[in-house]
């Protein structure tokens, strides 16, 4: 018997995966990764240069990412059997040898793979291997830390309504906006309404070649979709 095992990679930079992944994914005969259609997936470029020889890769190609609104019940069905077919293929070739689906950050935090990993309950053994979260990465690089003292951290999408969002800005201490990309003027928006507009910073490729650290009211025009908006804490700070 195989198992499934999901290996975090962490933020980006291929130094700041854990040994574990790092040894799993060196050894695989099998690689699982979710990517768009026609694209190499940031996950499989992560770990460019660590496969073994004769490695079987299985690309996960999402149907949809956002030709549909994910509130359209028809994004919900095809991703639906998006995923019911791969955790079938998964759980296949878990029936004989290991196969190690890779996931960037962690696993647990926001990860495709969690969809999968409810799927396989009862039907394959699974093991999670955790990672660097992106947003710790991109704080990090941000030369600031995210909370002092008791301050309260937030983590939102900014896919949530602008009242949504306004709400917990103005609600928390620290706050962190990750998914950006065309939900930026929203997002703007809501952090004017909370007043935390001019303490936002947004990090376009956290710890990866071509990062950028910029205040958010020095940007003008589109964002990547993977860009995270800090706004840190100040608590007991000195």
């Known amino acids: ?60 190609e999402y149907p949809v990412t956002t030709e549909i609104h994910f509130s359209d019940p028809e994004y919900n069905r095809v991703l639906a059997e998006f995923y019911d077919r791969w955790a079938d293929t998964l759980a296949e070739i878990a029936q004989d040898e290991d196969v190690v689906v890779l996931c960037e950050g962690d696993p647990f935090l ?40 008791d301050d309260v951290l937030t983590v939102a999408m900014a896919t949530l309504s602008e009242d949504e969002l306004a709400k917990h800005a103005a609600e928390t201490d620290a706050l962190v906006v990750m998914k950006i990309g065309r939900n930026l003027p929203k997002l703007r928006r809501a952090l004017e309404r909370a007043g935390r507009a001019d303490d936002a910073w947004l990090v376009e490729r956290g710890t990866m070649p071509g990062q950028t650290v910029q205040k958010l009211s020095e940007i003008d025009g589109e964002v990547p979709y993977f860009s995270i908006v800090l706004v840190h804490g100040q608590g007991r700070r000195p």
């Open 1 to 60: 018997m195989g198992k499934v095992i999901c290996a975090g990679l962490g933020p980006g930079d291929p130094d700041l995966m854990s040994v574990r992944s790092h040894r799993l994914i060196s050894s695989a005969r099998h690689i699982a990764y979710f990517r768009k259609a026609g694209r190499q997936g940031q996950a499989r470029a992560i770990v460019e240069g660590m496969l073994g020889e004769g490695v079987t890769e299985h690309a996960m």
């Open 110 to 149: 926001y990860g495709s793979y969690m969809h999968l990993y409810t799927r396989l309950q009862g039907r394959a053994d699974q093991e999670i291997v955790p990672g660097i979260t992106g947003m710790s990465g991109c704080w990090t690089a941000s030369g600031q830390p995210i909370t002092w003292g």
